[in-house]
């Protein structure tokens, strides 16, 4: 599962995001956006590729992009994208 941001470095943001939001969207992976990053679940070689794909995007409406990654390479497991949340969520209710 990565985290990713990628952005116009001198342009208007807001076009150039939905280009890259589109193409995570279009993969089919598990993904989540919020307003600072993009989530996607998957092989590694998958996941890699749509982050390069999305960038590419950026690049087509902007001379210059900024790309940030966070991943957690953790292989065998699935599902993480919601999972996290829930065992957090669960932990959560076992401190009141």
């Known amino acids: ?10 342009e208007e943001m807001s076009e150039a995001v939905a ?3 589109k193409i995570v969207r279009d993969s089919g992976l598990p993904n989540e956006t ?3 990053f993009t989530l996607i ?11 390069k794909r999305a960038t590419d995007a950026v690049l087509e409406v902007s001379p210059r992009a900024s790309l ?5 390479i953790r292989p065998g497991w ?11 969520e669960k932990a959560m209710k076992e401190l009141n």
Request: charged share 25%.
């Open 1 to 10: 599962m990565i985290a990713f941001s990628v952005a116009p470095v001198s």
């Open 34 to 36: 919020n307003a600072m």
């Open 68 to 72: 940030v990654i966070k991943a957690d």
């Open 19 to 21: 280009r890259a939001v």
């Open 78 to 88: 699935n599902n993480r994208l919601t999972g996290k949340v829930e065992d957090m």
């Open 41 to 51: 679940e998957g092989e590694w070689g998958e996941v890699m590729d749509v982050v």
